[in-house]
């Protein structure tokens, strides 16, 4: 719901329940209307800050598996490409074109069907290596 229709429903809201005229007498169609600007609001109020407060707990914990899961990929991209984790971005650069020259798809075409599959995932292995390290690294 976007601002302008919230402000809009909210005063409608707002102004059937002050106002003395009501399509049901007495004060049943009033709560009503309150309870359905309590529900709107809080509508509006959630999506306006993304998430409830009520789930905090859980974005920690989302967050942290995030963080783990981005280490462990981070350790796995260098294991794939040999180099350390003190590496400088020219030392994975030239791993990854040694490697890239032996297990290219191209490099491999007139082998066995067998050997051009597994070089076909070991060049999605280092280009998500690489991918991984880049992000990290910030290149």
Do not use: C
């Amino acid at each position: 719901m976007g601002d302008r229709n919230f402000y809009l429903l909210a005063i409608f809201l707002i102004v059937y329940i002050i106002s003395p005229f009501d399509f049901v007498p007495g004060f049943i169609d009033d709560l009503i209307a309150s309870g359905t600007l309590w529900y709107y609001w809080r509508k509006w109020n959630t999506q306006k800050r993304g998430k409830s407060k009520r789930y905090a707990g859980d974005q920690f914990r989302e967050q942290q598996k995030r963080q783990y899961t981005e280490s462990s990929q981070l350790e796995e991209a260098y294991r794939v490409l040999g180099v350390s984790p003190d590496a400088s971005w020219k030392d994975v650069r030239k791993a990854y074109k040694e490697k890239i020259a032996k297990s290219h798809p191209d490099k491999v075409a007139h082998l066995g069907e067998e050997l051009q599959d597994k070089a076909k995932e070991i060049t999605l292995q280092l280009n998500k290596a690489v991918d991984v390290i880049r992000r990290h690294k910030s290149v």
